[in-house]
């Protein structure tokens, strides 16, 4: 589905399909978004332009972390993280995964649904259901990425959607199943928690940058109290 352009004249014009926009940085995109949204703009000032690292792991080094994260504390999943990788030689690729016995990774501290997450993942890619290869990712839409993703055990659109905004940097990704996201929402634009539905129509004017409103909305949420009731008596909200 290709998004909309810019509302206003601004820094550059989504890519069609994919949900990225050209070489718009996530810095031109919240200057771009402050320009529209006094809220974002509010929220620009008291926080900053948007971090998202440039990732040094691989597409499927990536999905294999967020898979082995799941459902642990922070510590514990880390270990077992670096426990899997050594496992694998550190070689954390579909092919090893597959050609490494199973009770060597459940010795690495996998349970066996997220034994079997890994080794699902590892099939799709390679037999193409999974495209993670950097020219076949740019030729899908974040749609499709989403849809493909989700076929594998273990990873659902929040997953999915979670690697398209930190790893592969798409800036037009709106995941209105976040709760952070939500919450943030609800504190910084001063309304009743919306329902991911909601959530879904109040995004269209942040398009095609939906992703960076999505960032100012977790850290909205992370606000101290007295710091968001300072920035709800702001006069450029009024």
């Given at each position: 589905m290709a998004v909309s352009p810019p509302a206003r004249s601004g820094t550059g014009r989504a890519r069609p399909g994919t949900g990225r926009a050209g070489r718009v940085s996530h810095r031109q995109a919240a200057t771009e978004l402050a320009g529209r949204d006094p809220v974002i703009a509010d929220l620009v000032r008291q926080v900053g332009y948007p971090v998202v690292p440039v990732p040094r792991q691989s597409h499927f080094a990536s999905l294999v972390r967020s898979i082995t994260h799941q459902q642990l504390a922070g510590a514990a999943a880390r270990t077992i993280h670096g426990r899997v990788v050594a496992a694998l030689g550190g070689e954390v690729t579909p092919e090893r995964i597959l050609a490494t016995a199973p009770q060597t990774l459940r010795a690495a501290g996998l349970s066996g649904n997220k034994l079997a997450s890994l080794c699902d993942l590892a099939g799709k890619v390679v037999d193409g259901t999974v495209v993670l290869d950097a020219r076949g990712l740019a030729r899908e839409s974040d749609e499709e990425v989403v849809a493909r993703l989700s076929t594998v055990r273990g990873?659902?659109?929040?997953?999915?959607?979670?690697?398209?905004?930190?790893?592969?940097?798409?800036?037009?990704?709106?995941?209105?199943?976040?709760?952070?996201?939500?919450?943030?929402?609800?504190?910084?634009?001063?309304?009743?928690?919306?329902?991911?539905?909601?959530?879904?129509?109040?995004?269209?004017?942040?398009?095609?940058?939906?992703?960076?409103?999505?960032?100012?909305?977790?850290?909205?949420?992370?606000?101290?109290?007295?710091?968001?009731?300072?920035?709800?008596?702001?006069?450029?909200?009024?």
């Open positions: 990873i659902g659109v929040w997953t999915a959607q979670m690697f398209l905004i930190f790893h592969l940097r798409r800036l037009d990704v709106w995941p209105t199943g976040d709760l952070g996201v939500r919450k943030g929402y609800a504190v910084a634009w001063r309304v009743p928690l919306p329902s991911p539905r909601a959530l879904a129509e109040l995004g269209d004017p942040f398009r095609p940058y939906r992703s960076v409103a999505a960032w100012y909305c977790w850290r909205a949420a992370e606000l101290p109290r007295e710091a968001a009731a300072e920035d709800a008596a702001s006069p450029s909200r009024t």
